[in-house]
C-alpha cells in the first residue's frame, strides 16, 4: 500500500543550528515533492517544491534533496530561529495528470532560544 | 486579501444536524479542494473540483456534499451529522490541474474547526 512516513516525534534543536526533517514514501511515483509549513491553528503553507528530475533545491535558508531512488526527501532549515518552530509537511503529488496531492502527517519542530 | 477564505472557522453542532461550510477563493485557479484533518493531524483529501467539474472523491459518507457554483467557490454540506465528523475541514485551491504551470502548489483557508457533540 502507499504510504509517506515523517517522524512522529517532535524534532527539538539549539537556535542557531540545522534542522533535518525527513520524508519516506512507498508504492509512489511522485512527479512532484512539496515542503508545507503548518502552525497551530493556521492552515499549511507552501514552502518548496522539486521535481522529480531534481536533486537539491534551495530557498534562503530552506533546503530540499529528493531521492527518487531511495524513495527520500530531506528539508533542512540552516541558521534555526524559534520562529521557525512549527509542524513541516511533506506532500507528493501523482496521478496520471499530477492531480493528487497526498500529504504526510508532519514533524513538529522546536527550535529553542 | 485572504486568499482563500472559508466560513465558518468555527461550528459546534449536535449529532444528526445538517450544516455547511462555505469557501471562495480569488486567486483566479481553477481548481479548488476540501481536505479534513483529524486529531492525529493527517490532512487527507476530500474532493477535488476542476472548473467546476468533480475530478476527486476519495471514498467519503454520502452524507458530504460539494457543490461549486462557480469555479471561485467550493461549498461543503453534511448531512446527519456524526461525532466522527469532528474535525478541521480546509478548503484549498491550486492554480491547475495536473500542475503542468504551478506543480500543483495549494493553497489553503485557515480551516474550519466542526465539533459535533
Known amino acids: 500500500s502507499q504510504k509517506i512516513e515523517q517522524n512522529s516525534e517532535a524534532l527539538n534543536i539549539q537556535e542557531g543550528k540545522t534542522a533535518t526533517l525527513t520524508c519516506n514514501y512507498t508504492?509512489?511515483?511522485?512527479?512532484?515533492l512539496q515542503w508545507y509549513r503548518q502552525d497551530p491553528g493556521r492552515g499549511p503553507v507552501f514552502l518548496l517544491l522539486?521535481?522529480?528530475?531534481?536533486k537539491e533545491k534551495r530557498k534562503e535558508r530552506l533546503k530540499v534533496t529528493f531521492d527518487t531512488t531511495l524513495k527520500q526527501s530531506l528539508f533542512h532549515i540552516t541558521a534555526s530561529q524559534p520562529a521557525d518552530s512549527a509542524t513541516y509537511l511533506c506532500?507528493?503529488?501523482?496521478?496520471?495528470?499530477?492531480?493528487?496531492?497526498?500529504f504526510g502527517a508532519g514533524t513538529r519542530l522546536f527550535v529553542k532560544a | 486579501d485572504t486568499a482563500v477564505s472559508q466560513t465558518p472557522k468555527y461550528l459546534v453542532t449536535q449529532m444528526g444536524n445538517d450544516k455547511s461550510i462555505k469557501c471562495e477563493q480569488n486567486?483566479?485557479?481553477?481548481?479548488m479542494y476540501w481536505y479534513k484533518q483529524d486529531s492525529k493531524k493527517f490532512l487527507k483529501i476530500m474532493f477535488s473540483?476542476?472548473?467546476?467539474?468533480?475530478?476527486i472523491n476519495e471514498t467519503v459518507p454520502n452524507r458530504f456534499s460539494p457543490k461549486s457554483p462557480d469555479k471561485a467557490h467550493l461549498n461543503l454540506h453534511i448531512n446527519s451529522l456524526e461525532l466522527g465528523d469532528s474535525a478541521v475541514y480546509f478548503c484549498?485551491?491550486?492554480?491547475?490541474?495536473?500542475?503542468?504551470?504551478?506543480?500543483?502548489?495549494?493553497?489553503f483557508g485557515e480551516g474550519s474547526w466542526l465539533t459535533v457533540v
Open positions: 522539486i521535481r522529480e528530475n531534481e
Open positions: 473540483y476542476n472548473n467546476k467539474e468533480l475530478i
Open positions: 486567486l483566479g485557479h481553477d481548481t
Open positions: 508504492n509512489y511515483s511522485p512527479a512532484y
Open positions: 484549498a485551491s491550486s492554480q491547475d490541474l495536473g500542475g503542468r504551470v504551478s506543480g500543483n502548489t495549494i493553497y
Open positions: 506532500a507528493l503529488v501523482s496521478g496520471p495528470g499530477g492531480f493528487k496531492t497526498i
